[in-house]
């Protein structure tokens, strides 16, 4: 694990792709070090073993121009806010050192994209304690976390411009071929008959209806954004 600038979070090995793959795709191609956590296997869904779905989350880490991509193996539909769990995003704050980092939005159609934004926040915060696994340094907390929107939307704090970069996120996406082919052999799920991912691009497309440009992606800060004055929008 190398420090990077940003670093995304998804409780599933597609949930980074499905959210901001195409902001990630923007800031590696800008020239920014992004890494990227998966906090399970993803070993409930219904198709794809846990090998196979190693390899595409592989696959699409390269895709995306991603300096690592690490899972935390926490039990996939068991994300809990134990001790554990906390100090495994503790540990992979400290040792990659992003100054801003992104976790699933807090409402969402599957449970485990909304505790994942939970024990991410835990993370967060305990990054910042002296007192918290003090033998990983430094102790140090991420400037910024943002949460990106997976099933459910609201009123993002912004969006960004994904335009160009628009056909990796397409490309990191289906690289997870397990979870959205049509292929006969697979089983057929709420990911692979057809809509889904017709549901994230007209989300995608929506977001950048709202800024003036095609495809735009929308995250969510707890906090306000300052801005030193109104003509510094300009
Ligand atoms: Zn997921």
Known sequence: ??????????AHPDDIECGIGGTIAKLTRL???????DLTLGEMATNGSVEERQ????????ILGASFRVNL?????????????????VEVLRKAEPKVIAAPYWVDRHPDHEKAGHLVKEGFFNAGLKKVLPEIQPIKRPEKYLRYFLSITSTPSFIVDVTEYYSIKKKAVL????QFSQRPEFNQTFLNEGQFLGR??????????QIGKRYGEGFVLQEYIELRHPLALL
């Open 1 to 10: 694990m190398e420090k990077v600038d940003f670093l995304a979070f998804g």
């Open 31 to 37: 020239g920014y070090k992004v890494g990227l956590v």
């Open 55 to 62: 390899r595409e989350a592989c696959q699409a880490m390269e």
């Open 73 to 89: 193996q926490i039990p996939d539909l068991g994300i809990t806010l134990s001790r554990e769990n906390v100090e495994k995003v």
């Open 200 to 209: 994230i691009e007209s989300r995608d497309l929506f977001f950048g209806s």
């Open 175 to 178: 690289a997870h071929i397990s």
